[in-house]
């Protein structure tokens, strides 16, 4: 059951990272970059943060 339940996961993850790596590919360099103020993320580091963040949690479900 348990071993279901993290494959389903681990599917969406992949499904959802798709999705976004579609997006993405469709963005330039300034959109990926661009800030809607100082105090916001740009497109480019709320990736950064989810990447580092999957990495994380992979370490820890191990």
Avoid: P
Wanted: hydrophobic share 35%.
């Amino acid at each position: 059951m348990f071993t279901l339940e993290l494959q389903e996961i681990n599917q969406r993850l992949k499904e959802t990272r798709d999705v976004l790596l579609t997006i993405l590919n469709g963005l330039n360099g300034d959109q990926l970059n661009r800030r809607h103020d100082s105090n916001s993320w740009s497109i480019s580091q709320v990736c950064q943060h989810l990447y580092k963040t999957e990495e994380l949690y992979v370490v820890a479900i191990k």
